[in-house]
């Protein structure tokens, strides 16, 4: 069987160094924002070109920091993309501020930006771009309407660790940057972890006290905040996961270059794209069809594991009904929805398995009949 991800192929070279980092933080007995989850917010930050990292308890609550910091609440309006994982969305909703979403261009699936001015309104407050499956929206275009039109910019940098746009990390472009280390993304805690990294020390500073009840200092809060706290023993192993995380990444554009190698020119199998000025990182490989459903039947069949990110846009679940989003409303969005494969991809999957994969896909498609196996 060829799984979607493999967490324990990762695990393995690298448990004697993730165990004695394991027992270095219990030994320090600091377990709950302590002086590893600075050390490693502070690397991560540098990393992505930015002065401050504020780590905390996972992606979400990374971006409802962020959103909070920069004043967004109740009354807002913020814009976004419904072609993403809830979270992006449901971050908006945890400030008490308005979801608006913008269609997805449909050759990178990411926010069509030519969209936005149509969507803004005196109540516009910000913009949540979001680097989707790795890749990287032009931040250069974004920048020039946040500016023209006064928004706040938050890169949703959940599947991007490390992904560029011109030369330039994702997340430092916007007032803040978020990710995510839940443990499937290109750089994941064994556990739920999250960080927020901006070059504004405002934003920082507030973020900080925000995550840990508003204190400033411990028993005295001038604000009320949240329990949005990051483990040590999870930035311990983040520590030890970040030395290899360029290898990684590494890897998984090397596997996107195979797979385009090996299915260029499958009909109806559309490839992902890497646009000129961005760097993608591969957090997943997918692929579109009309047949989708069947294809990743078949594959199942065959042993090789697909998934489907995301099969309901964001504007249409039901949780979000009262935004009055009708279907039809974004097409582009829509269709991906049901159209995008996601094949296996992890840095530890062999060049033998991409054969294999490929393998089964292109004798889908020159099988048209041969749809049961
Ligand atoms: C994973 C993810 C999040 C949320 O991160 P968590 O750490 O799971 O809370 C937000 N946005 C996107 C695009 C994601 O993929």
Not at 314 to 342: K, M
Request: net charge negative.
């Amino acid at each position: 069987m060829i799984p979607l991800v493999d967490l324990l192929k990762q695990y393995h070279p690298i448990e004697d160094e993730v165990i004695r980092k394991i027992r270095d933080v219990i030994a320090t007995s600091s377990f709950v924002q302590g002086k590893t989850v600075e050390a490693f917010s502070q690397a991560f930050a540098l990393r992505h070109q930015c002065a401050y990292g504020v780590g905390c308890s996972n992606g979400t609550s990374a971006l409802a920091l962020a959103l909070m910091a920069l004043g967004i609440g109740p009354e807002d309006e913020v814009i976004t993309t419904s072609h993403t994982f809830v979270a992006t969305a449901e971050a908006i909703w945890h400030v008490g501020a308005k979801p608006v979403f913008v269609d997805i261009d449909p050759a990178t699936y990411l926010m069509d930006l030519e969209k936005i001015p149509g969507v803004v309104t005196s109540r516009t407050k910000a913009i949540i771009p979001v680097h989707l499956y790795g890749h990287a929206v032009d931040m250069g275009r974004l920048m020039v309407l946040a500016r023209q039109y006064q928004l706040k910019v938050v890169e949703d940098c959940a599947q991007a660790h490390d992904a560029s746009w011109e030369g330039r990390p994702v997340g430092s472009f916007g007032d803040a940057g978020v990710f995510s280390f839940y443990p499937g993304k290109n750089l994941g805690a064994y556990g739920d972890a999250g960080i927020l990294i901006t070059n504004l020390p405002a934003v920082a500073n507030l973020a900080q006290k925000l995550l840990n009840h508003g204190r400033a200092q411990k028993y005295y809060h001038d604000i009320l905040g949240y329990n949005y706290r990051m483990d040590d023993i999870q930035a311990g192993i983040l520590q030890v996961k970040l030395q290899y995380l360029a290898s990684w990444t590494d890897k998984r554009r090397a596997h996107a270059r195979y797979y385009d190698s090996l299915l260029q020119g499958c009909p109806d199998l559309v490839l992902p794209v890497e646009v000129a000025g961005a760097r993608h990182v591969y957090h997943l490989y997918v692929v579109r069809t009309s047949r989708r459903d069947e294809l990743a039947d078949y594959l199942k069949a065959q042993g090789v594991m697909t998934g489907v990110h995301y099969p309901v846009p964001v504007h249409l679940q039901s949780a979000f009904q009262y935004l009055g989003y009708r279907q039809g409303d974004l097409p582009e969005a829509e269709r991906a929805a049901d159209s995008v494969l996601s094949l296996p991809m992890f840095p530890e999957l062999e060049p033998g398995d991409i054969d294999r994969i490929t393998q089964g896909i292109n004798s889908f498609f020159k099988n048209p009949r041969r749809v049961h196996v």
